[in-house]
């Protein structure tokens, strides 16, 4: 699940034999495509979280950002663990895996929400986050292509399923489709990023063929995203429900209400002006 470690010709020098063979290495993992690409995703998405807060939640804009910003440090670590835990690997070898992160900095940031933010603004923020958490992925991605981790299955002889390239396009056409719908019904991004991403990472896990972990014959990653298909299925149901409960409650006449029949000036139902 982790990037793939590049080599180095091993250098030795009349005083000091390994400890350029050292450097060479360091400088080398560094600059790799992967930990670059991954900074620069986490580089636009900051910079475009920024400027969805600015926008949206004005009022809470600065929480919402350090928020965050200390649950992506949790999520880093989250995602490290998560993949020692399915690959049981030690962890100092085991890689990183999307859920993980996510799983682990949402919690965070939730946990820490009920204290900092209102659930409305806690709402707002996480709509916020959308764009710029698929632009952050769908760069990374691209970095896990070049590293060849997360690689797919046998396409003919010598190729496999580009299955990273396949992700990161989806991505980033997603990041468009929501950004293009936020325009005009901006607390949506959320439900259908929830309903969009972990559909999208069911079907494309059958083409994976890395170690991820597997139960019952599906992947970590497939159990994940069909747990999460059902708590948006929740979410949407519960909150069409209060919805109509409202609309409910607010056509219902006042209680002076003179009764079927007769004209209340209070009442819009029985004919007041």
Request: glycine share 10%; with cysteine; charged share 15%.
């Amino acid at each position: 699940m982790g990037c793939a470690r590049g080599t180095v010709p091993k250098y030795r020098s009349r005083r000091g034999g390994e400890i350029g063979t050292r450097i060479l290495k360091s400088v080398f993992y560094t600059l790799s495509p992967y930990n670059v690409l991954n900074g620069l995703g986490l580089i636009a998405g900051l910079f475009l979280l920024d400027q969805a807060l600015e926008r949206r939640t004005s009022d809470s804009r600065d929480r919402a950002y350090v928020l965050f910003v200390l649950c992506s440090a949790t999520g880093w670590l989250a995602a490290h663990m998560f993949d020692a835990l399915v690959t049981r690997q030690p962890l100092g070898y085991a890689g990183f895996t999307y859920y993980g992160g996510f799983l682990g900095g949402g919690s965070a940031f939730l946990l820490l929400s009920l204290r900092w933010l209102s659930p409305d603004q806690l709402l707002r923020s996480l709509n916020c986050a959308v764009v710029p958490l698929l632009v952050a992925h769908g760069i990374g991605r691209v970095g896990c292509f070049f590293a060849g981790c997360c690689y797919g299955r046998l396409l003919g002889v010598h190729f496999r399923h580009p299955t990273q390239l396949y992700e990161a396009a989806f991505l980033l056409v997603l990041a468009a489709v929501v950004a293009c719908i936020q325009r005009r019904h901006f607390m949506s991004g959320l439900r259908l990023y929830l309903f969009a991403y972990p559909t999208f990472r069911f079907f494309i896990e059958f083409l994976r063929a890395d170690e991820r972990g597997s139960f019952y014959g599906l992947s970590t990653s497939q159990w994940v995203s069909f747990g999460l298909l059902i708590l948006a299925s929740v979410w949407t149901y519960v909150s069409r429900e209060a919805t109509s409960a409202s609309a409910s409650r607010a056509i219902q006449p006042p209680s002076t209400c003179l009764g079927e029949g007769q004209r209340c000036p209070a009442c819009p139902i029985t004919g007041g002006s």
